[in-house]
Every structure is written in C-alpha cells, then in structure tokens.
C-alpha cells in the first residue's frame, strides 16, 4: 500500500509539471505573475490555468463537428474525477487534486463550461447573455484562484466580489485587445453595444469606462489578500492595467486590425517594479 500511495504522489507531481508546461507555453504573462506566489500555491495556480487552457482549446482552434460532445466529455469526466480524486489526463488530475483540496465545487466549474459552450454556437449578446458569459469565463475562474489564495471561508467571502470584477476586468480587456482575431477568425463579437463594422470611439469609450469600473471595484480587494499572493496578483493586475492604457490610446479603427502588446522587456520591468513593493496607482 505504501508504495501505491508513492505512485500516485509520483503521478500527481508529474500532472502539476505538465499543468505548468501548458501555462508558460501559452502565457508568458500569466507565466511571470505566478513566479511571484509562495512557492506552495505555484502548482495549484498552474492546475487551474491548464485546466481551463484546454477547455480554451476545444471551442476556439478544435474544428471537429463534434466540439460540443468533447467539450462536454471534458466536463462530465472532470466531476468524476473529482468525486473519485483520479483521471487518466494529467491536466484534469492536477486540476481536481487542487479542486479537493480547496474546496473549488461545480457551483464554480458548472458556469465555466456553460460559457464555453456558447462560444462553439457564436449568438449576439444582450447585457444578460454578456454579464453571464463573463461570469462564467472569467469571474468563476478568478474565483477559483481566490480559494487558493485564502484557503479560509470569511476571507474568501470578503474578497468574492472584487475577485469577480478583477476576472470581468481581464476578460474584457482581452475582448477588446481581440476584437479582431474574434471577429475574423471566429466570427464572434462579446460586446453588447456596436458590432465589429459599426466599432468606433464612442463604442470604445462606453467599453473602456466599464472597465476602468471593474478595475476600481477589485482594487481594495487586492490590498487585503494575503501576503503569499498578493504581490503575483499586483502583476497581473498592473500588467493589465498598462495593457488598457494602451488600448486607450489606440484609434478604435487600428484596434479592427492590430492585436496590441505588451513586450517581454516591458513585462519584465512591470515584475521587477512590483518585485520592488510598488503599488498601483
């Protein structure tokens, strides 16, 4: 029996390693920020993101008539590994340890598969459809990390809320960062106002104000985290604060065309910056 449970711990390390090789392949912004969490929370935060980069993966470059049927096989067979603690794909494996461990239920992973089903059917968004779409996407995923991050019910409940409008914020700076590549190659338009063709700076201007919203709104929140993850939520929180000044500052019409960026050199002195102890403004 001892060294069936050595196996397992040995299998569970190597589903964390693989977890984390998804999150730096894809995000190396995503990547820095995690260098800045205790040393315990990394593998947690890493099962997370891969978790949902491969739920990413399905709806938006996976061309099979059958999406729906996968994206759903993914989702069935995760809440079964999370009653059992055991799936054969070391992604969700990393992803349920962490689940079980920190109490992340199907009131949080339900959502997120509700939102990535209605990218495989692209439909125009009403504010409703809209607020639930990111909800699900990206709030029930910030509030996924948030559990990590507390590990205790009353702080968690505290910070709920400004956890919530810290994912809504991301997303939708990653909507209007992509409007493009949305549009064009998967024929998808997230904004309840305008439309990709009728997109100008009065469209842009409502969207950046309700963003700037959200930003505000998550960051007290920030403030009050505990220590082991307080500085690595700073960086994302600046780096996306940076990334929409830029997108500010950009004519809506380049915005049709142009993906804008953040540089590896830029990104790295955002890390040293907060590194150093420097808040946001």
Not at 67 to 80: G, T, Y
Not at 231 to 242: F, G, P, R, T
Not at 261 to 272: E, G
Request: hydrophobic share 40%.
């Amino acid at each position: 029996m001892p060294e069936t449970r050595q196996v397992m711990d040995t299998y569970i390390a190597a589903s964390y390693e693989a977890s984390k090789l998804i999150t730096n392949h894809y995000s190396t912004s995503f990547g820095l920020s995690i260098r800045l969490f205790e040393p315990a929370l990394r593998p947690h935060i890493y099962a997370i993101y891969g978790f949902v980069r491969i739920a990413d993966e399905i709806v938006d470059t996976y061309t099979g008539s059958d999406r729906l049927e996968v994206l759903n096989e993914l989702e069935s067979h995760a809440k079964h590994a999370l009653k059992t603690c055991y799936s054969t794909n070391p992604i969700v494996q990393a992803f349920v340890t962490t689940a079980r461990m920190y109490n992340i239920g199907s009131s949080l992973i339900t959502p997120f598969f509700k939102s990535m089903r209605m990218d495989i059917t692209p439909k125009p968004f009403d504010q409703k459809r809209y607020e639930a779409y990111i909800y699900g996407s990206a709030e029930v995923v910030g509030l996924m990390c948030l559990k990590v991050f507390t590990a205790d019910e009353k702080i968690y409940q505290k910070l709920e809320k400004g956890a919530s409008h810290l994912g809504a914020a991301y997303q939708k700076v990653n909507f209007l960062r992509d409007i493009a590549a949305d549009a064009d190659d998967l024929g998808r338009w997230y904004f309840p106002i305008s439309s990709f063709k009728a997109f100008d700076e009065k469209a842009k201007a409502v969207i950046i104000r309700d963003i700037e919203k959200d930003f505000k709104a998550a960051s007290t929140a920030i403030a009050q985290l505990p220590e082991s993850s307080r500085k690595a939520v700073e960086l994302s929180y600046q780096y996306y604060n940076q990334l929409l000044k830029r997108l500010k500052l950009t004519p809506a019409s380049k915005l049709l065309t142009t993906r804008i960026r953040i540089n590896n050199l830029q990104k790295t002195a955002l890390l040293v910056k907060v590194s150093l102890g420097k808040k946001h403004a």
